[in-house]
Every structure is written in C-alpha cells, then in structure tokens.
C-alpha cells in the first residue's frame, strides 16, 4: 500500500500539469507559420497595436465608403444629405481621436505615422464634402473628391505594411 500511494500523488501532480500545458497550446496566438508567440510585454505590445490598426483600417474603409456615398449626390433632399456628410464627418473626427490616442511601441512608429497620415486624410475629405454640401459648387465638389482619391492613396500605403500582412 505504501508504494501506491506515491504514485498517486505523482499522477494527481500531473494530471493538472498536463491541463494546464495543453490549454497553453490551443490558447496559444501563433505567428505566419504556425508557431506559438512568446507573449513577452513588448511583444504584446506590438501584436495589440497591429489588430488595433487593422481595425482602424477596416472603420476608414467604411468611411471612404460613406464619404463617397455622399459625393455621390443620389440624395436630392438636402436635409439628408447635410445629416450624411455630418455623420461621415463625425465617423471621421472619431476614427481620427482613437488613432491619435493609440500609443504605438517604438518599433511600430512609422506605422503610427502612416495611419496618422491616413486619419487625417479622411478627416480632411469629410469636412470637404461636408463644405460641398453646404455649398454646391463645382470647385468644392472637385476639391472633395481630390481629397478622398488623396486618403484612398494614404490608406492604399497604410494597408501595404509589412506589419499589417498576416
């Protein structure tokens, strides 16, 4: 009796050992090749600040989208149209504030750079197009659609970065 019970306490120490090991490698995040990210501190921080680009992305994305929407000029009630601009103005000033309070980890700074850049761009189209709906003229509808074609070619920069790729 006195040598089972050794073996019991051993089986009982690995029984939670080997749980808690293979919980580790299915909750693991893995890199382009299938292997398990060491999560040290910077290196979370860096993989933190790549999704929260990529979802800042994906909301510009959406923005040029209503942006454009509203240069479209399918909407002849101008109330609409004004409530359009000022909500596609709005998305952007928001997208804008969360990129610019993001705290990018020092070897993420040009990529912070670029969605700055990016950010801008598309807060700058909205507030042109929300100037062309207020006042419809040539000259400000041409000035509006030069700045989303300019922030679609920041974006198109953004999205290119090595560190967006998966």
């Known amino acids: 009796m006195n040598k089972k019970e050794p073996n019991l ?11 808690v090991t293979l919980l580790g490698a299915l909750a693991s995040p893995r890199d382009a090749q299938g292997q398990p990210l060491l999560l040290l501190p910077d290196v979370k921080a860096v993989q933190d600040y790549r999704q929260a680009v990529s979802e800042d992305v994906a909301g510009l994305n959406l923005l040029g989208g209503e942006i454009a929407e509203v240069l479209s000029a ?20 928001n997208i804008a504030q969360a990129i610019d309070t993001q705290v990018a980890p020092p070897a993420l700074d040009g990529l912070q750079q670029a969605s700055v850049q990016a950010a801008s761009s598309y807060l700058e189209a909205a507030r042109l197009a929300l100037r ?19 922030a679609q070619q920041q974006l198109q920069t953004l999205e290119g970065s090595q560190w967006l790729t998966k």
């Open 132 to 150: 062309w709906v207020s006042l419809p003229e040539a000259g400000n509808r041409t000035a509006a659609e030069t700045g989303l074609t300019q």
């Open 9 to 19: 306490s051993f089986g009982l120490f690995l029984l939670p050992f080997a749980l």
């Open 74 to 93: 399918q909407n002849t009630d101008l109330f609409s149209q004004s409530r359009q601009a000022q909500s596609a103005f709005e998305h952007a000033l």
